[in-house]
Every structure is written in structure tokens, then in C-alpha cells.
């Protein structure tokens, strides 16, 4: 009888089609994932060429490398930090592309989310403590960049100009109003707290949003860190603009329009959220084009769609008028548009080949990519030369971004032209936000949802690295400082307009510290840089009168009341002058026009006052003292607060130590209300 044959424990070379098996399921050959190993490779090479790049440019921080140079104006500690989240990066992403080629990555297996937030589903909202901490914590201790100055002089002075984000202007407004009534004062900690508690809010849709990039059943953990840590992380960080508020509601907007494209909001959020948005901000009119495909796309009748696409231009209306936002300050936008296109034209940055021109501009998107998403940059040019996964093709979401990032990039293209993408980077970021959205919603071309754990990493390093070399750098206030004069370097390619602004800053910051030599030079580079500006003729003026230079001053102010002749503060700084020259006539009856024109004030009155005594008209000086005197009587107070006279004495001997006090109510005069309706550039 023939014993039966022992089964055999090795697996066969081949099995039937129809055999069934409990084994593990194969991985895919190495063949099929040629295409993602060509991806993996591109990223690596970019990695490596931007820590190149990176390092090279730090080593020599120069203006046509704004976006790329920041570690070289860090200091010692700071820059040491950023340099080992930079290598910490590169070597993540080199480790998991070299890992990629040994262990292909298993299509079955599911990545795991984190066991700590399975547990605890509440957690994100607990992270927001610390993570709003942290940005207090790096609050913006350099106000030099966008319009920032311009900002805490409105706040200070209690002028309300809406500019063109109305919206938003209304909001600071009413929380420098809130902190004033509260009693705690206008402090730059305390309006740090308005832009951090904008980082909050952006964090948790920026939740939201991540979950509605990924596919169905993935983590978003992913997209959701390098959402948060781009370059725009620094408008949350105590930045003293209307740009954390428009950058909210852009993300809001994004949100509503992601879920729309999903099937799963209402087409009414959308509409109301893009109403509010263009009220934020007139920039965000680049929104459009996407609202237009959604609401385009929607299989409801015709009368239906025309009433979703009006709805929003009737909320923004509504909007505008509550904030008191007329007609005629939507020139306002347009104005400041064609004075800096007419100081780029100006300034002879348009002279040259063609060629020349389109390479310097192409220069300044660059580092501005490079400055905001560097990480999704990557993704986008690496995924580039990948497969494109099946079933992507013409997905609604998808569609909805890559409309939102060509229209924000055509923008910012234009933007660069008559803008200075360097000093102006919070208006430009804002456009260039969509293309980081529409590259992190591509990351499938990477098999980046994948068992990529390293690379994924790696990406997120690096991110961190960029962003935190330009928080560092504006928590510092003299790194800050170090950056925006070599921005505003003379081979910096700037306008008229943007180079005469920039000096103005700083003709600005050395008057706050007292440097007033300094503030001169400055005042001297911006009038160079603009001559056409009256502003800075009377600048020179004021800054010459500070250094005791009152004969030099002189001439300019002269010129500046050529150019504008009811431009009283030119007239009480050129009266001044002659006080100091003792030309007493003609200090009297500069400062007398003066006070006519709209120096109606204790100070201007009292000067008059002094001029009038001393070109021999005791009489007229003393009723001029006593109308001061009536209308305002803690006047007095504060005069002898400023020359610490006696009390008994101040009121009789308000002629006598004018010099002493002349020197003090002088400056409160000129650097505080008078002069700050005429920062803004539609100012002639």
C-alpha cells in the first residue's frame, strides 16, 4: 500500500487563479512605483538646492534675496536654532527618500493617527493654550515692514481712517477703543492680543480645512502642520496690521467654498462669507473667479444662480456702509495704486531690456514663494514630474483651489510691479495662500498620505525652519532693524515711492528714540528718493529745526508752502524758525496763519503767543495767553510739568522761560495729530 506523500509547508511559485489565501497580501513591485521614486527624487534635489541656496544667501544677506536670507541677520542663538531644524530636515527627507527606494510603501496598510488624540478627541482645543501662548510670546518687536507705524499713529491719535480694508480697520478701531475704555492704555502688548487671538481662530480652521484636502479615510495631521507653520504665522504674532483679520476671513471663505465643492455646506455661508471678505480688504476681489465657478457649477435654475451671485456684492455693501465706508473712498485704493506705478516709473526701474525686467520680478515672487510656502512649494514641483492619480482628474475641490491660485497669483504678479514685495510682504502673502492650499491638496502625487513618515517629517522641519527664522527676526528689533536698511540698500530695485516711504519709516523710528541727526539723514534720503512729495520737504524742515539748524530749515519749508500753501503745519514749523532766528514779525504772523488753518491748538496758540510778546505786542500776547488759558486750563499743569516752574509762578511768568518750554510743547505738536494726516502716499 503506498504511504501518502507528507504536504509540503513551502509555498509554491505559483498558484491557481481561483485559489483562495489567508496570507498577507503582496506589496507592490518596485516597477509600479518607478513614477513616485522619479517624484521622491525631484523633492530631494529641491531640498537639498534650498538648504544650499539658504545657506549661501544668509552668508551675504543682500536685497535681491529677501525671502531667502533671513538666518543672517539672526543672532548667534537664534540662528544656531534654525540651523538644526534646517539639517534636521534635510535629513529626514534624505533618510525617507533613500528609505523608499529599499521598502516600498505597503497601499494596504492605513497610517495610524495619533493614539493620544484617539483618546482624548478635545485635545486640539487644550493645544491652543500653549499655541497661542507661543505667539504672544514671538510678538512683532520690529514695526517696520507694511504699514505698521501708520497703524499705532491712527491708534495714538484717534484717527479712524478705514484705507482700503474698511472692515478691518473698523475692528482695530473698536479694540483700541475697547482697551482705552478699559483704562488699560494703547500698549503694544495689549494690541499684540488682537492678532494672536486672529492665530487662534486661523488654527482651527486651518483644522477644518486640512480635513477637506486629504482623501476620504486619511489623517490631516500632515497638512494641517505645514498650514500652520508657513510665513504668514508671523501676521498672528502681535502684527500691528488689518492683515490678520483679511487672512481670517480668506481662510473662512476657503473653508465654506472647500465644503461647497464637497456637497456638504450651503451656498449661503459662501456667499455672505465672500461679501465680508471683500469688505476686509478690497484685495480679496481675487477671490471672484472661484465664487463665480461654484455658484456656476450648482444644478439649480438660472434665476437661482444670478441671485447667489449678487448676494455677496449686496452683503459687502451692507458691510461698507455700516463701518460709514462712502463711494468716494474707493478712490482712495486707486489713488495709492497710481502713485506707486507712477513712482516706479519714476524711478527708472522700468529702464532696460525687457528681459532684464521680467527676470527681477520673477526674482521677487520667488523669494516671496520661498518666504510664505517653501514646503508646498517643493510638493507642488516634485509632484510635477509624478503620476497623476487616478479618479484626480476634475474633482470640484480641486478645481475650486487652482481657480483661487491662479487668480491670487496673477495678482501678486502684478502687484510686484509697482509694489516693493520685500517691505509690502503681508499684502503680497495674502494671494500666494491659495497655491500653497492647491499644492498640499496635489501631495497624493507624492504618496505623501502613504507610510512616508520621514519625508513627511522632514517637509514639516523645514517649513518650521522658514517660519521660524522670520518670527525670530521680527521679534528682534535689531534684527529687524538690520534687514529693512539693507531692503531699503540704494541697489535695491525700489520705486520712488517705496524707497522716499522706507526712509520715512526710519526718518520715523530714530525720531522715537531721539536720535535726531539720524532722523535727518533719513529725512534727507526720503526727499531725495521723492521730491515731488510735500511731506518730506517738510520733513527736512522739522528734522533740521531738531538739530538747532533753524536757518537750513528755512528753505525748505519755504518750498514746502510753495508746493501747498494751507499745509499748516509747514507754516507753524517755518514760524517757529523765525522765532528761533528771531525774526519776530514774521514768526507771528506764520504761526497767526497757522492757527487759522487748522492749528487750533493750546500749543500752536501758545507760541503765537511768545511771538507776539516779543515782536512788541504785549497785549494781543496776552490775550492770545488767556484764550488758552479759558479754553483749556489744564494747559498750565502741563507746562509746568514740562519745565518744572514753580506753581505759584507759572501763570505770571507764562512769557519768560518760553525758550525752555517752547522746546517741548513744540514736538507735541508737530509729531503727534498735525502730522499724521499726511503719512498715508494719496497724501501729495
Known sequence: ???????????????????????????????????????????????????????????????????????????????????????????????????????????????????????????????????????????????????QMIWLECFRTHQQRLFSEPLAAGIWYAFAGALEGAGVGIGLPLLAVLPVLCGLVAAILLWKISGLLVPPGKPRGFPFLLLLTPGTVDLYCGYIESYPLVSVAVLAYTWFGLRHARARGSGIPLAVSLGVTVASHLVALFLLPSYVYLVLRRKTPVIQRLAFLFLPVLVGVSVLLAVAYHG???????????????????????????????LKQGSDLANLWLLVMPAPLLILLSGSVGPRPEGSHGEPHRTFLAIMALSGALLAAALVVPGSPAQDWDLMSLPVVPLALWALSRSE?????????????????????????????????????????????????????????????????????????????????????????????????????????????????????????????????????????????????????????????????????IALFRSGKPDSALAVWRSVLARWPEYAAQLRARSGTPQASATRRISSNMSARLVGSRFTTCGGPGRVSANRATVP
Open 445 to 609: 502625487r507624492l504618496d505623501l498620505f502613504q507610510d512616508r513618515r520621514l519625508i513627511r517629517g522632514g517637509l514639516i522641519a523645514l517649513a518650521l525652519a522658514s517660519s521660524s527664522a522670520f518670527v525670530l527676526l521680527n521679534a528682534d528689533a535689531d534684527a529687524g532693524l538690520r534687514r529693512f536698511k539693507t531692503l531699503m540698500a540704494p541697489t535695491a530695485r525700489l520705486s520712488t515711492h517705496e524707497r522716499a516711504y522706507g526712509n520715512e519709516k526710519l526718518m520715523k523710528l530714530y525720531t522715537a528714540q531721539g536720535a535726531h541727526d539720524s532722523v535727518l539723514v533719513y529725512a534727507r534720503r526720503a526727499l531725495a528718493a521723492d521730491p515731488t512729495n510735500v511731506r518730506y520737504w517738510t520733513n527736512v524742515g522739522l528734522s533740521s529745526y531738531q538739530v538747532g539748524r533753524y536757518a537750513e530749515a528755512i528753505p525748505y519749508l519755504k518750498e514746502a508752502l510753495r508746493r501747498d500753501p494751507e499745509r499748516w503745519t509747514a507754516r507753524y514749523d517755518l514760524g517757529l524758525c523765525y522765532l528761533e532766528t528771531e525774526r519776530y514779525e514774521d514768526a507771528a504772523e506764520n504761526i497767526a496763519i497757522a492757527a487759522q488753518d487748522g492749528g487750533q491748538r493750546p500749543d500752536v496758540l501758545h507760541c503765537l503767543g
Open 328 to 358: 468716494l473712498d474707493l478712490l482712495n485704493p486707486v489713488r495709492t495704486l497710481w502713485v506707486a506705478i507712477r513712482g516706479a516709473m519714476r524711478s527708472g526701474g522700468a529702464s532696460g531690456p525687457g528681459w532684464v525686467q521680467l
Open 1 to 147: 500500500m503506498q504511504q501518502p506523500q507528507p504536504i509540503s509547508r513551502k509555498p509554491k511559485r505559483g498558484r491557481p487563479a481561483n485559489q483562495t489565501t489567508e496570507e498577507t497580501p503582496a506589496r507592490v513591485a518596485p516597477e509600479a512605483d518607478v513614477p513616485h521614486a522619479r517624484s521622491l527624487l525631484a523633492l530631494g534635489i529641491g531640498a537639498v538646492a534650498y538648504f544650499v541656496v539658504v545657506m549661501a544667501a544668509s552668508s551675504r544677506p543682500s536685497p535681491m534675496t529677501w525671502g531667502i536670507d533671513l538666518p543672517g541677520y539672526l543672532s548667534s542663538p537664534a540662528r544656531a536654532l534654525v540651523a538644526l531644524l534646517a539639517l534636521s530636515s534635510l535629513g529626514l527627507l534624505l533618510s525617507g527618500i533613500l528609505g523608499s527606494k529599499r521598502a516600498r510603501p505597503d497601499r494596504g496598510h492605513k497610517p495610524a493617527r495619533l493614539g493620544l488624540y484617539n483618546g482624548i478627541p478635545w485635545l486640539p482645543w487644550i493645544l491652543l493654550i500653549p499655541y497661542g501662548c507661543l505667539l504672544w510670546v514671538a510678538r512683532t518687536r520690529s514695526h517696520l515692514l507694511g504699514d
